[in-house]
Nanobody
Framework: QVQLVESGGELVQAGGSLRLSCAASGRTFTIMGWFRQAPGKEREFVAG????????IYSDSVKGRFTISRDNVKNTVYLQMNSLKPEDTAVYYCAAADTFSTITVTSRSRYNYWGQGTQVTVSS
């Protein structure tokens, strides 16, 4: 049974930092990613990483501030978020895919497993 369990979301002041974690189990994944969804908005891509960690990709809105990484021994993916802004406020979801595909990694349809989400709130 595949499980993705996020943790690390909390209330933080603008300019602060948080590290989200996603503990994965049940499968070997070809790619893992983070998405976020703010109230009234669609779920959007934040960052993605291949299973060996040789390639990462970021949305323009977080590039230079967020870093995605993974620890394959712990089967955990991290999202280090620095210089947080109020507009980063959202529920953050971990996502994983266990197949190879031509679908871009920034698309929700690329991923076939999702976590329950963790709330990140950035106060101004």
């Amino acid at each position: 049974q595949v499980q993705l369990v996020e943790s690390g979301g909390e209330l933080v002041q603008a300019g602060g930092s948080l590290r989200l974690s996603c503990a994965a189990s049940g499968r070997t994944f070809t790619i893992m990613g983070w998405f976020r969804q703010a109230p009234g908005k669609e779920r959007e891509f934040v960052a993605g990483i291949t299973w060996r960690g040789e390639r990462t990709i970021y949305s323009d809105s977080v590039k230079g501030r967020f870093t995605i990484s993974r620890d394959n021994v712990k089967n955990t993916v991290y999202l280090q978020m620095n210089s947080l802004k109020p507009e980063d406020t959202a529920v953050y979801y971990c996502a994983a895919a266990d197949t190879f595909s031509t679908i871009t990694v920034t698309s929700r349809s690329r991923y076939n497993y999702w976590g329950q989400g963790t709330q990140v709130t950035v106060s101004s």
